[in-house]
């Protein structure tokens, strides 16, 4: 049995027994409700959902072969409603909580191929049925969730067949199918035990390699990241190490952070279709929780991974300290948090396993955990103090585990934090921050000092200096306490609770095991309490305090709403004290409680004592309740009444003119005296009887007085007193009962998992009212609630006042009497008898028992709940006749009501707010399930006794909501009682009051009755309908109808009832009558709210006929509907666009039924084609959201054996339905003119920069309530371009591709007469003026060209292709980017993965390569450029043609022929269309062997293509280099005859230059450069020698292409060529080109730093060492930076080598100066050389203070009296040291020698402010 369930109140853990036979009992009803026969039974079993998610929720002891029975009836309900989206939501959710809750218990075989074909249906194919889109939506997250709960269960083989299916949806990384391939081997990749020989080494090197394929993708690292960290950890028998460096590197350059003053992300990252990204959702960029997860499980004893992560975190560690933070703030975060968390995960499996001893071998050993601690704490103290709020919270979390795993390391580090953070007072945020991960970390350090095997620390003071630091933190946390620093304030008290939860009990007598030597308790105790009232004293409110009726007893301040650490603190201080302690607070309290009135904390002072009084109960009600009662009566005595409160005296006369009241001071002192009673006596119990009368006294008396404020606070008492009489709760929670085995003074904590039944001290105490109590609780009913009700009764019908101030007072303070009975005893009071169908009442016995629950002991009885209900029905109408003005009286009536009738309701929402829940989560009381300190591991978190208790408690508030708030689902012959009917009736009229706040509330209390009583949502729905279509309607009704209308409630609803639907539909598209804004605004939104909750309509409305029920039939309704969707009749344009919206889900509803008649669709459909002419934009956009849908045969399209060629005969073709209806419309005269015409205006060009590309063009003119009913939102996979957009110089076009499927669809479904109806305004269109009208031009001819229809060839042959080459010679330049989206879509490869050929590809193709005429403007050239790579992005390289592949070479070598043409767009053109043709042969050539060879030998000249380029380019570059150089020195009077000539042949490589970089940069920017990087390499040495040239066009795009080649990692010999190439730059004759090469080391090494080689390393650091000599300063000083970078994160050898020689050098030259040896042999650049190697070193270490670095800066220093350059660098870099190291300063000073801190203190001149 579950901990909680065990720890429910005895009366309700007994019944607890009786859940498993009930659960069988829902089982069985659920087989029965579903008939395998009738798939439509689906329906009849969802009702049965939420009774069987309360058992999982309640944590119900079931029996496992009922739990698998439910798992696979679920699922084959799962997959039998297909296209039933609603009901496979609802299956999906509860097999996804089943799954989860028993997963490890159950054995199932689950195949995957159904779920996968779910997704497909309905997510990846074009038939997207009406359901709206949040429905969708959900769906996919269920589908999803579902597939990861089962893939555990997949049957062995499935890995492999997985793979095979989603493996070829990889083959081109260049289509989006690539990016879909990758989101589904994530989600179905199993790893169980059966599917686990599947993975080899071989098959990782694969996934590496498909991992390269795509560059700088976050969602494609996303993917293979999470598939890769699944396989690590499952898969322990495999070896990584040989992929350890690959891995390495890529997770670091997974963290996009800047590098070397770089950019902090990809400069252009690949274009991933939103559509897969809103599907296979990665939440952020870097996947931290996948590369932490593979991190801490490729840890293994004897495994490289320990060196390659120590290396990853020393490059990672600057990013996290305090000043180095931005956005990558947030996934190192997560990286952190992820790293400890999965750390903790892997111990504790491991301690925990009963695994075979196979794997013990792969275990952590003490050494691997050392090492990883030592690891994260560097990470740890970085990021400690940051000011970002969740990175310092992680810290301290992390550094809490951690101390339990290795406290010899950490606590250490912890204890000098805090000292050093109370030392710098100055910085709060730091004090904050150390005390959090002191409380947090509290319990180790106890266990630490206290247990039986002390841990032996190196640190500060070993174990006992723990207990000081505890004690230390203690005594600072009184001087915490701050009205003016709340987070300081909340951190104390969440120490001194963290530090008080572990103790078992606060003695004062020094005898016993003394814990707290530093302090006496009793001192302390007072002293705690002085500062506490001081705090209370000087507290202000937070906000006005609400005066209202409602404002409740405790909206209070910071302490009370910024977290639950101020109660907490106090209940558990309280709890531990001992009797004699207890007593000497209980004294000091009880007398600041009665000496003072702070009105400003009511809510602190009152949890204050209701602390005292849930310690000790007897006690506490002498020393602080007593007092209270007795100054409240005192103070009332006296004072005016009104007689209304019960007493029936008054000593005011009722007619008096003169209003009694009281002083203010005296309203103030009794309201706060009896709110703070209110909250003390919460937890009273028995202990209250004694002052009984007291009691009755002080309430009636509340009642009584004039004020309002005195009323109310009356209220609150009367309602705390009922509630601590009858309800359950527990008493002495905050005891120890438990002590640890391992440290007596330390009190044993619990987990909930490993709950046995041995221990009954253990079990909590509840208060189980007695007798007394419960006489007294109907004492309390039969004054306050039914002699209010009585009197209530008399005020309604007698009209007793004559003043209607009066009235108006006595209703008021009646109305609160009734509240406040009924919100005191909740669900106490007995709930209505239900009744059964033939209008009995139901015997209780009858009522089928679900799960166990109650709030407390019965009290009152059924009939006082009826009367109650009867007098509230007659007060209701009493005052919407004479008072509906009033909204207070009407507020409270609406609050009994909703007591009344929502039985359990309170309590729901007691559970759902309940503040302190979050609390529990808290690291300060959690001790983590793996605890080495006393070695001592369990399966869960461990948690105070009281923390688990505050659980049970809350779990058992939950039960008594829930216990009988199912049960009329579960019998089909309950309906509500009269009383509740009357309830209900009279909220359904105060929704559609006037006053806003009583519209809101009724709605929700009639809500909740609704969802409890189903039968009643179709009363209210036609009512409220007819509100809407009702002529006379007043605004306030018409908003009050739609905020009730627009629940989900009755959105559900709708789809399982036809009356409801069709009255529902047709009252808001006839409510077009209404004016007011308002009424109209709400009904669009509860219109859109319809639209997107859509979930279908059931079969039965399909199948309704007139005669089998008073609602229309359903082809009546589609025609009812029809006519209002024409433009004749007169309706406003948005009442248009919802019917045709309405009649469009209707017949897609339609569709999927067998027996529907097929007219309704082709008269639909042929509606729709005349919509595209409409005059109303909107209601085009529907039509062609509408056309894309309902289009779906195509009969004319030629099937795969008459592709080319074959005219085909059409005899044999199935003609379309559709046909008939449609041909009639379009072969109407000028049908497409007026059409085309009326789309063009949809196309609003507006400027480039503020459209983006692709987006939908209606934006411009919609509002987005108009585009969520025209847009379906998923256009899906169907969603155009497949390919990724990167190519910017097409521009951004305005082609709509869902316009181009509109023709393509009409095409298909009636054939060539479609085309010949076109062509005329096709062609006029093609040659218009405007460029909207080209844009629907483009859009007819791709859709038409796409289309592969049977004589599309011939078509092609007569016209088409002239009019594309008509297209490409028309010399306008605007609409260039439509018409190359026209081509693109009309090449776009068919099928899902786009190798289906389109049957005129190949001749779009000539045409585009067909050389143009030689008289051609340029922008005719570069257009041609443009749509020919438009026409290759689309084709699929690893199956490309013969034909293809020599049209590619034709054009490749056309191509490096013109790479020199003049005009620069032209030379754009060329190379962005030459990076997608070497692409392309590229991977033709690597995917399959027999032609390997075909693509690379294209050749130019003697060489082949490549080769050909990376020649001439060297060649240029020397050149370009040379000229540059040429024209910076001084030129010669008389010119040689042939420079001009000269002068032509450099401008000539200068353009063509431009055009490789080019093709560089869209290599890089594609995402192809994967296939090219050989080449890109070997193009290394002209991108860094031409960064400054004379030429500023050409130095922009070579700057632009370093930039992108910054972020490009290599591999294999490509790296080892960039090594030698970026090393023979640096020793380049140019300086400048010898700085860029160094600039681009820096990025270069960090990037490649775990597979570069360590030769190559020790090369590249030889390399920057010789340039601190450089003759240049400039370079000098650069590579002074480069080389302080490569410390930060290099090679330590390397490292340790430099520095040593960077000191020796610079001591041999300052010995010499000294000996004043001034040879000319030292020349500037060798001594400013050997400075920049020592201040090189000095910065290496930003923020840390090693050992060697105080004799290096010192040495530095000494070098201040040089000439320049070399004093700057000096005072530079001391002023850096300084500036770095200020923080720490009053610590780390005191490595350095007197002697040091004086010549430092020479260096910085005296004008600084801290000299």
């Given at each position: 049995?579950?901990?909680?369930?065990?720890?429910?109140?005895?009366?309700?853990?007994?019944?607890?027994?009786?859940?498993?036979?009930?659960?069988?009992?829902?089982?069985?009803?659920?087989?029965?409700?579903?008939?395998?026969?009738?798939?439509?039974?689906?329906?009849?079993?969802?009702?049965?959902?939420?009774?069987?998610?309360?058992?999982?929720?309640?944590?119900?002891?079931?029996?496992?072969?009922?739990?698998?029975?439910?798992?696979?009836?679920?699922?084959?309900?799962?997959?039998?409603?297909?296209?039933?989206?609603?009901?496979?939501?609802?299956?999906?959710?509860?097999?996804?909580?089943?799954?989860?809750?028993?997963?490890?218990?159950?054995?199932?075989?689950?195949?995957?191929?159904?779920?996968?074909?779910?997704?497909?249906?309905?997510?990846?194919?074009?038939?997207?049925?009406?359901?709206?889109?949040?429905?969708?939506?959900?769906?996919?997250?269920?589908?999803?969730?579902?597939?990861?709960?089962?893939?555990?269960?997949?049957?062995?083989?499935?890995?492999?067949?997985?793979?095979?299916?989603?493996?070829?949806?990889?083959?081109?990384?260049?289509?989006?199918?690539?990016?879909?391939?990758?989101?589904?081997?994530?989600?179905?990749?199993?790893?169980?035990?059966?599917?686990?020989?599947?993975?080899?080494?071989?098959?990782?090197?694969?996934?590496?390699?498909?991992?390269?394929?795509?560059?700088?993708?976050?969602?494609?690292?996303?993917?293979?990241?999470?598939?890769?960290?699944?396989?690590?950890?499952?898969?322990?028998?495999?070896?990584?190490?040989?992929?350890?460096?690959?891995?390495?590197?890529?997770?670091?350059?997974?963290?996009?952070?800047?590098?070397?003053?770089?950019?902090?992300?990809?400069?252009?990252?690949?274009?991933?279709?939103?559509?897969?990204?809103?599907?296979?959702?990665?939440?952020?960029?870097?996947?931290?929780?996948?590369?932490?997860?593979?991190?801490?499980?490729?840890?293994?004893?004897?495994?490289?991974?320990?060196?390659?992560?120590?290396?990853?975190?020393?490059?990672?560690?600057?990013?996290?300290?305090?000043?180095?933070?931005?956005?990558?703030?947030?996934?190192?975060?997560?990286?952190?948090?992820?790293?400890?968390?999965?750390?903790?995960?892997?111990?504790?499996?491991?301690?925990?396993?009963?695994?075979?001893?196979?794997?013990?071998?792969?275990?952590?050993?003490?050494?691997?955990?050392?090492?990883?601690?030592?690891?994260?704490?560097?990470?740890?103290?970085?990021?400690?103090?940051?000011?970002?709020?969740?990175?310092?919270?992680?810290?301290?979390?992390?550094?809490?585990?951690?101390?339990y795993v290795e406290p010899s390391l950490v606590l250490p580090f912890l204890e000098s934090r805090f000292l050093m953070a109370l030392e710098t007072m100055t910085a709060t945020h730091q004090l904050k921050a150390a005390m959090t991960s002191v409380a947090f970390s509290s319990r180790s350090l106890f266990f630490t000092s206290l247990s039986v095997s002390p841990v032996k620390t190196d640190g500060v003071g070993g174990a006992d200096g723990f207990i000081d630091l505890l004690m230390i933190s203690l005594s600072n946390a009184l001087l915490g306490?701050?009205?003016?620093?709340?987070?300081?304030?909340?951190?104390?008290?969440?120490?001194?609770?963290?530090?008080?939860?572990?103790?078992?009990?606060?003695?004062?007598?020094?005898?016993?095991?003394?814990?707290?030597?530093?302090?006496?308790?009793?001192?302390?105790?007072?002293?705690?309490?002085?500062?506490?009232?001081?705090?209370?004293?000087?507290?202000?409110?937070?906000?006005?305090?609400?005066?209202?009726?409602?404002?409740?007893?405790?909206?209070?301040?910071?302490?009370?709403?910024?977290?639950?650490?101020?109660?907490?603190?106090?209940?558990?201080?309280?709890?531990?004290?001992?009797?004699?302690?207890?007593?000497?607070?209980?004294?000091?309290?009880?007398?600041?409680?009665?000496?003072?009135?702070?009105?400003?904390?009511?809510?602190?002072?009152?949890?204050?004592?209701?602390?005292?009084?849930?310690?000790?109960?007897?006690?506490?009600?002498?020393?602080?309740?007593?007092?209270?009662?007795?100054?409240?009566?005192?103070?009332?005595?006296?004072?005016?009444?009104?007689?209304?409160?019960?007493?029936?005296?008054?000593?005011?006369?009722?007619?008096?003119?003169?209003?009694?009241?009281?002083?203010?001071?005296?309203?103030?002192?009794?309201?706060?005296?009896?709110?703070?009673?209110?909250?003390?006596?919460?937890?009273?119990?028995?202990?209250?009887?004694?002052?009984?009368?007291?009691?009755?006294?002080?309430?009636?008396?509340?009642?009584?007085?004039?004020?309002?404020?005195?009323?109310?606070?009356?209220?609150?008492?009367?309602?705390?007193?009922?509630?601590?009489?009858?309800?359950?709760?527990?008493?002495?929670?905050?005891?120890?009962?438990?002590?640890?085995?391992?440290?007596?003074?330390?009190?044993?904590?619990?987990?909930?998992?490993?709950?046995?039944?041995?221990?009954?001290?253990?079990?909590?105490?509840?208060?189980?009212?007695?007798?007394?109590?419960?006489?007294?609780?109907?004492?309390?009913?039969?004054?306050?609630?039914?002699?209010?009700?009585?009197?209530?009764?008399?005020?309604?019908?007698?009209?007793?006042?004559?003043?209607?101030?009066?009235?108006?007072?006595?209703?008021?303070?009646?109305?609160?009497?009734?509240?406040?009975?009924?919100?005191?005893?909740?669900?106490?009071?007995?709930?209505?008898?239900?009744?059964?169908?033939?209008?009995?009442?139901?015997?209780?016995?009858?009522?089928?028992?679900?799960?166990?629950?109650?709030?407390?002991?019965?009290?009152?009885?059924?009939?006082?709940?009826?009367?109650?209900?009867?007098?509230?029905?007659?007060?209701?109408?009493?005052?919407?006749?004479?008072?509906?003005?009033?909204?207070?009286?009407?507020?409270?009536?609406?609050?009994?009501?909703?007591?009344?009738?929502?039985?359990?309701?309170?309590?729901?929402?007691?559970?759902?707010?309940?503040?302190?829940?979050?609390?529990?989560?808290?690291?300060?009381?959690?001790?983590?399930?793996?605890?080495?300190?006393?070695?001592?591991?369990?399966?869960?978190?461990?948690?105070?006794?009281?923390?688990?208790?505050?659980?049970?408690?809350?779990?058992?508030?939950?039960?008594?909501?829930?216990?009988?708030?199912?049960?009329?689902?579960?019998?089909?012959?309950?309906?509500?009682?009269?009383?509740?009917?009357?309830?209900?009736?009279?909220?359904?009229?105060?929704?559609?009051?006037?006053?806003?706040?009583?519209?809101?509330?009724?709605?929700?209390?009639?809500?909740?009755?609704?969802?409890?009583?189903?039968?009643?949502?179709?009363?209210?729905?036609?009512?409220?309908?007819?509100?809407?279509?009702?002529?006379?309607?007043?605004?306030?009704?018409?908003?009050?109808?739609?905020?009730?209308?627009?629940?989900?409630?009755?959105?559900?609803?709708?789809?399982?009832?036809?009356?409801?639907?069709?009255?529902?539909?047709?009252?808001?598209?006839?409510?077009?009558?209404?004016?007011?804004?308002?009424?109209?605004?709400?009904?669009?939104?509860?219109?859109?709210?319809?639209?997107?909750?859509?979930?279908?309509?059931?079969?039965?409305?399909?199948?309704?006929?007139?005669?089998?029920?008073?609602?229309?039939?359903?082809?009546?309704?589609?025609?009812?509907?029809?006519?209002?969707?024409?433009?004749?009749?007169?309706?406003?344009?948005?009442?248009?666009?919802?019917?045709?919206?309405?009649?469009?889900?209707?017949?897609?509803?339609?569709?999927?039924?067998?027996?529907?008649?097929?007219?309704?669709?082709?008269?639909?459909?042929?509606?729709?084609?005349?919509?595209?002419?409409?005059?109303?934009?909107?209601?085009?956009?529907?039509?062609?959201?509408?056309?894309?849908?309902?289009?779906?045969?195509?009969?004319?399209?030629?099937?795969?054996?008459?592709?080319?060629?074959?005219?085909?005969?059409?005899?044999?073709?199935?003609?379309?339905?559709?046909?008939?209806?449609?041909?009639?419309?379009?072969?109407?005269?000028?049908?497409?003119?007026?059409?085309?015409?009326?789309?063009?205006?949809?196309?609003?060009?507006?400027?480039?920069?503020?459209?983006?590309?692709?987006?939908?063009?209606?934006?411009?003119?919609?509002?987005?309530?108009?585009?969520?009913?025209?847009?379906?939102?998923?256009?899906?996979?169907?969603?155009?371009?497949?390919?990724?957009?990167?190519?910017?110089?097409?521009?951004?076009?305005?082609?709509?591709?869902?316009?181009?499927?509109?023709?393509?669809?009409?095409?298909?479904?009636?054939?060539?007469?479609?085309?010949?109806?076109?062509?005329?305004?096709?062609?006029?269109?093609?040659?218009?003026?405007?460029?909207?009208?080209?844009?629907?031009?483009?859009?007819?001819?791709?859709?038409?060209?796409?289309?592969?229809?049977?004589?599309?060839?011939?078509?092609?042959?007569?016209?088409?292709?002239?009019?594309?080459?008509?297209?490409?010679?028309?010399?306008?330049?605007?609409?260039?980017?439509?018409?190359?989206?026209?081509?693109?879509?009309?090449?776009?490869?068919?099928?899902?993965?786009?190798?289906?050929?389109?049957?005129?590809?190949?001749?779009?193709?000539?045409?585009?390569?067909?050389?143009?005429?030689?008289?051609?403007?340029?922008?005719?050239?570069?257009?041609?450029?443009?749509?020919?790579?438009?026409?290759?992005?689309?084709?699929?390289?690893?199956?490309?043609?013969?034909?293809?592949?020599?049209?590619?070479?034709?054009?490749?070598?056309?191509?490096?022929?013109?790479?020199?043409?003049?005009?620069?767009?032209?030379?754009?053109?060329?190379?962005?269309?030459?990076?997608?043709?070497?692409?392309?042969?590229?991977?033709?050539?690597?995917?399959?062997?027999?032609?390997?060879?075909?693509?690379?030998?294209?050749?130019?000249?003697?060489?082949?293509?490549?080769?050909?380029?990376?020649?001439?380019?060297?060649?240029l570059a020397v050149n370009i280099q040379n000229a540059t150089q040429s024209e910076k020195m001084e030129i010669p009077t008389e010119t040689s005859p042939d420079s001009s000539q000269v002068d032509g042949n450099s401008e000539d490589d200068v353009k063509w230059m431009e055009t490789l970089f080019h093709f560089i940069i869209s290599s890089l920017k594609s995402g192809r450069s994967s296939y090219m990087l050989d080449l890109i390499v070997r193009l290394l040495h002209p991108v860094i020698s031409l960064q400054e040239t004379s030429n500023k066009?050409?130095?922009?795009?070579?700057?632009?292409?370093?930039?992108?080649?910054?972020?490009?990692?290599?591999?294999?010999?490509?790296?080892?060529?960039?090594?030698?190439?970026?090393?023979?730059?640096?020793?380049?004759?140019?300086?400048?080109?010898?700085?860029?090469?160094?600039?681009?080391?820096?990025t270069f090494m960090y990037r490649h730093t775990f597979i570069l080689s360590y030769a190559e390393k020790q090369q590249i650091w030889r390399t920057v060492e010789k340039l601190l000599l450089d003759n240049q300063v400039e370079v000098r000083e650069h590579a002074a930076a480069v080389l302080a970078g490569l410390m930060k994160g290099g090679d330590k050898n390397l490292a340790e080598e430099f520095r040593g020689r960077a000191y020796r050098d610079a001591y041999a030259i300052q010995k010499n100066r000294k000996q004043r040896k001034l040879g000319?042999?030292?020349?500037?650049?060798?001594?400013?050389?050997?400075?920049?190697?020592?201040?090189?070193?000095?910065?290496?270490?930003?923020?840390?203070?090693?050992?060697?670095?105080?004799?290096?800066?010192?040495?530095?220093?000494?070098?201040?009296?040089?000439?320049?350059?070399?004093?700057?660098?000096?005072?530079?870099?001391?002023?850096?040291?300084?500036?770095?190291?200020?923080?720490?300063?009053?610590?780390?000073?005191?490595?350095?020698?007197?002697?040091?801190?004086?010549?430092?203190?020479?260096?910085?001149?005296?004008?600084?402010?801290?000299?």
């Amino acid at each position: 049995m579950h901990l909680y369930n065990a720890w429910l109140p005895p009366p309700i853990a007994e019944q607890t027994a009786r859940e498993r036979e009930s659960f069988a009992r829902v089982l069985r009803s659920v087989k029965e409700a579903y008939r395998s026969d009738d798939p439509e039974s689906v329906y009849c079993t969802l009702r049965w959902i939420d009774v069987i998610d309360l058992f999982v929720k309640a944590k119900s002891e079931v029996d496992l072969e009922d739990v698998a029975a439910l798992v696979e009836l679920g699922l084959e309900l799962f997959h039998t409603s297909r296209n039933k989206l609603y009901a496979q939501v609802r299956w999906g959710s509860i097999l996804v909580k089943v799954l989860n809750r028993y997963r490890k218990k159950l054995s199932l075989k689950i195949q995957w191929r159904p779920f996968y074909e779910t997704l497909v249906s309905t997510h990846f194919t074009r038939n997207t049925g009406p359901e709206g889109w949040t429905l969708r939506q959900r769906h996919f997250q269920i589908v999803t969730s579902l597939v990861r709960c089962c893939r555990r269960f997949f049957p062995p083989g499935s890995a492999s067949e997985i793979w095979s299916e989603f493996g070829s949806f990889l083959e081109n990384p260049w289509h989006n199918s690539s990016f879909e391939g990758a989101g589904f081997v994530r989600l179905f990749l199993p790893v169980n035990i059966d599917n686990q020989d599947f993975f080899s080494l071989n098959w990782i090197q694969m996934c590496i390699d498909q991992w390269d394929s795509i560059p700088n993708c976050s969602f494609w690292n996303c993917q293979w990241a999470a598939i890769v960290a699944r396989v690590i950890k499952k898969c322990s028998f495999i070896n990584w190490d040989c992929f350890l460096p690959a891995l390495f590197t890529k997770y670091l350059n997974m963290f996009e952070v800047p590098v070397a003053n770089g950019s902090g992300s990809y400069p252009f990252s690949v274009d991933v279709p939103r559509y897969t990204r809103f599907l296979f959702s990665h939440k952020t960029v870097t996947p931290a929780k996948a590369i932490a997860k593979s991190i801490v499980y490729l840890l293994k004893p004897g495994s490289s991974a320990q060196q390659h992560f120590e290396r990853l975190v020393n490059l990672l560690e600057q990013y996290y300290h305090p000043s180095n933070g931005g956005r990558w703030t947030y996934s190192l975060e997560r990286f952190l948090f992820h790293l400890v968390l999965t750390f903790q995960k892997r111990l504790q499996r491991e301690q925990l396993s009963e695994d075979d001893s196979r794997q013990a071998e792969f275990y952590l050993g003490p050494s691997e955990r050392t090492s990883f601690v030592n690891v994260v704490l560097k990470l740890i103290e970085r990021g400690q103090y940051s000011k970002h709020e969740n990175l310092s919270e992680t810290v301290a979390e992390a550094t809490s585990i951690l101390s339990y795993v290795e406290p010899s390391l950490v606590l250490p580090f912890l204890e000098s934090r805090f000292l050093m953070a109370l030392e710098t007072m100055t910085a709060t945020h730091q004090l904050k921050a150390a005390m959090t991960s002191v409380a947090f970390s509290s319990r180790s350090l106890f266990f630490t000092s206290l247990s039986v095997s002390p841990v032996k620390t190196d640190g500060v003071g070993g174990a006992d200096g723990f207990i000081d630091l505890l004690m230390i933190s203690l005594s600072n946390a009184l001087l915490g306490m701050d009205a003016n620093d709340p987070p300081k304030t909340l951190a104390t008290m969440q120490l001194i609770g963290s530090i008080f939860s572990n103790l078992a009990t606060l003695e004062d007598n020094v005898d016993q095991l003394s814990l707290m030597p530093a302090i006496c308790i009793s001192e302390w105790l007072d002293e705690f309490l002085c500062r506490l009232f001081s705090l209370l004293l000087h507290l202000e409110p937070s906000s006005v305090v609400n005066e209202g009726l409602h404002s409740s007893a405790t909206s209070g301040t910071f302490l009370v709403d910024d977290g639950p650490y101020y109660f907490c603190m106090l209940e558990v201080l309280l709890g531990r004290l001992s009797k004699s302690l207890y007593n000497q607070a209980l004294r000091k309290i009880s007398k600041f409680v009665t000496t003072n009135i702070l009105p400003g904390a009511i809510a602190e002072v009152g949890l204050l004592c209701c602390a005292c009084v849930h310690s000790n109960p007897e006690e506490a009600v002498i020393h602080l309740i007593e007092p209270l009662l007795s100054s409240v009566i005192s103070s009332l005595k006296g004072t005016p009444t009104t007689g209304f409160g019960g007493s029936g005296i008054s000593n005011a006369s009722v007619c008096s003119k003169v209003k009694p009241t009281l002083s203010p001071a005296l309203e103030t002192a009794i309201d706060y005296q009896l709110k703070v009673l209110s909250v003390a006596i919460s937890y009273g119990g028995p202990s209250l009887l004694r002052y009984k009368e007291l009691f009755k006294e002080a309430i009636t008396s509340a009642f009584d007085s004039p004020s309002w404020e005195v009323n109310g606070a009356g209220v609150h008492v009367l309602r705390s007193l009922l509630g601590s009489l009858v309800l359950y709760y527990p008493i002495d929670q905050y005891k120890c009962v438990l002590r640890h085995p391992a440290a007596a003074a330390l009190e044993e904590w619990i987990n909930a998992k490993e709950y046995i039944d041995c221990k009954p001290f253990v079990v909590p105490k509840w208060h189980i009212p007695n007798n007394e109590e419960v006489d007294f609780a109907n004492e309390l009913l039969n004054l306050h609630f039914e002699s209010a009700l009585d009197d209530l009764l008399r005020i309604c019908q007698t009209k007793m006042h004559s003043d209607p101030g009066n009235e108006k007072e006595h209703l008021m303070v009646t109305l609160l009497r009734v509240d406040s009975s009924l919100q005191g005893v909740l669900s106490c009071l007995p709930d209505f008898r239900p009744l059964s169908r033939n209008g009995m009442d139901e015997d209780p016995g009858h009522i089928p028992f679900l799960i166990a629950g109650a709030s407390g002991a019965s009290v009152g009885s059924v009939k006082l709940r009826e009367k109650a209900a009867e007098i509230i029905n007659v007060a209701c109408k009493y005052l919407l006749e004479e008072k509906s003005d009033d909204s207070i009286l009407m507020l409270l009536v609406i609050r009994i009501m909703d007591a009344l009738g929502n039985y359990g309701g309170a309590e729901y929402d007691e559970w759902s707010n309940h503040r302190q829940a979050w609390k529990l989560e808290s690291a300060a009381i959690v001790e983590p399930s793996i605890n080495f300190i006393i070695s001592s591991h369990s399966k869960g978190k461990r948690r105070p006794r009281w923390a688990l208790i505050d659980k049970a408690y809350m779990h058992s508030t939950w039960r008594s909501s829930q216990s009988s708030y199912h049960l009329f689902r579960t019998t089909g012959n309950i309906s509500p009682s009269d009383h509740l009917i009357l309830l209900i009736d009279n909220l359904l009229t105060l929704s559609l009051h006037n006053y806003e706040t009583v519209r809101t509330l009724a709605g929700k209390a009639l809500l909740k009755m609704m969802k409890r009583w189903p039968t009643m949502i179709s009363k209210c729905v036609l009512a409220l309908a007819e509100n809407l279509g009702h002529p006379n309607s007043p605004e306030h009704a018409v908003l009050g109808s739609c905020a009730v209308l627009s629940s989900q409630t009755v959105l559900k609803h709708l789809t399982m009832e036809p009356k409801s639907f069709s009255s529902f539909v047709l009252g808001i598209l006839s409510s077009s009558h209404h004016e007011s804004l308002k009424a109209q605004k709400a009904i669009n939104e509860l219109f859109v709210k319809f639209n997107i909750h859509f979930g279908g309509v059931s079969k039965s409305i399909l199948r309704t006929s007139a005669i089998h029920s008073d609602g229309p039939d359903f082809a009546d309704l589609v025609s009812q509907i029809g006519c209002m969707s024409f433009e004749s009749t007169n309706l406003h344009w948005r009442y248009n666009l919802m019917a045709n919206r309405v009649l469009l889900l209707l017949a897609m509803a339609s569709r999927n039924d067998p027996s529907s008649s097929s007219k309704i669709l082709s008269e639909t459909a042929g509606h729709f084609l005349k919509n595209l002419k409409s005059q109303l934009p909107q209601t085009r956009l529907l039509a062609i959201s509408a056309l894309n849908t309902l289009l779906k045969e195509s009969p004319y399209k030629m099937s795969a054996l008459e592709h080319p060629g074959s005219a085909g005969d059409f005899q044999g073709h199935k003609k379309s339905s559709l046909e008939g209806a449609l041909s009639q419309i379009f072969q109407e005269e000028g049908f497409f003119s007026e059409t085309l015409s009326s789309l063009s205006h949809v196309h609003i060009t507006a400027d480039a920069e503020n459209t983006t590309s692709r987006n939908h063009g209606s934006s411009s003119f919609q509002s987005l309530a108009d585009k969520s009913i025209t847009l379906f939102y998923f256009d899906f996979s169907s969603s155009w371009p497949r390919t990724p957009s990167w190519i910017s110089l097409l521009g951004s076009d305005t082609f709509y591709s869902n316009f181009a499927r509109i023709f393509k669809r009409l095409f298909q479904e009636c054939g060539m007469p479609v085309l010949s109806a076109l062509r005329n305004s096709l062609e006029e269109f093609s040659n218009a003026k405007e460029r909207s009208k080209q844009c629907v031009a483009a859009e007819a001819l791709a859709g038409v060209l796409h289309s592969d229809v049977s004589g599309l060839l011939e078509a092609w042959d007569s016209w088409m292709m002239d009019q594309l080459q008509n297209v490409i010679l028309a010399p306008s330049v605007e609409s260039i980017p439509e018409w190359a989206a026209c081509i693109r879509y009309a090449v776009t490869g068919k099928g899902k993965r786009g190798t289906n050929i389109p049957v005129l590809r190949q001749k779009i193709m000539n045409c585009l390569a067909a050389p143009l005429p030689p008289t051609v403007t340029t922008t005719v050239v570069a257009k041609r450029f443009a749509f020919l790579s438009a026409a290759l992005i689309e084709v699929s390289p690893p199956r490309m043609s013969v034909a293809e592949m020599q049209l590619h070479e034709t054009l490749l070598k056309e191509l490096v022929c013109n790479m020199s043409h003049s005009s620069a767009q032209v030379r754009e053109a060329i190379g962005v269309t030459l990076s997608v043709l070497c692409s392309n042969i590229r991977l033709y050539s690597s995917s399959s062997d027999c032609h390997s060879l075909a693509g690379d030998s294209v050749r130019i000249g003697d060489s082949n293509w490549d080769q050909f380029l990376v020649e001439r380019a060297s060649e240029l570059a020397v050149n370009i280099q040379n000229a540059t150089q040429s024209e910076k020195m001084e030129i010669p009077t008389e010119t040689s005859p042939d420079s001009s000539q000269v002068d032509g042949n450099s401008e000539d490589d200068v353009k063509w230059m431009e055009t490789l970089f080019h093709f560089i940069i869209s290599s890089l920017k594609s995402g192809r450069s994967s296939y090219m990087l050989d080449l890109i390499v070997r193009l290394l040495h002209p991108v860094i020698s031409l960064q400054e040239t004379s030429n500023k066009d050409l130095s922009t795009l070579a700057k632009a292409a370093f930039e992108l080649l910054k972020w490009r990692i290599l591999w294999g010999p490509n790296l080892q060529n960039a090594v030698l190439l970026i090393l023979s730059s640096a020793n380049d004759s140019n300086w400048r080109t010898r700085s860029a090469a160094l600039t681009f080391l820096r990025t270069f090494m960090y990037r490649h730093t775990f597979i570069l080689s360590y030769a190559e390393k020790q090369q590249i650091w030889r390399t920057v060492e010789k340039l601190l000599l450089d003759n240049q300063v400039e370079v000098r000083e650069h590579a002074a930076a480069v080389l302080a970078g490569l410390m930060k994160g290099g090679d330590k050898n390397l490292a340790e080598e430099f520095r040593g020689r960077a000191y020796r050098d610079a001591y041999a030259i300052q010995k010499n100066r000294k000996q004043r040896k001034l040879g000319s042999s030292q020349s500037i650049a060798s001594i400013h050389g050997a400075v920049l190697a020592l201040a090189a070193c000095v910065l290496s270490v930003p923020y840390d203070m090693p050992s060697w670095l105080p004799e290096h800066v010192t040495l530095l220093a000494h070098f201040v009296g040089e000439p320049s350059p070399v004093k700057s660098t000096v005072t530079k870099a001391v002023a850096e040291f300084r500036r770095t190291h200020a923080d720490t300063w009053n610590f780390q000073k005191d490595s350095f020698t007197e002697e040091q801190l004086e010549v430092l203190a020479d260096t910085s001149s005296s004008s600084s402010y801290f000299a």
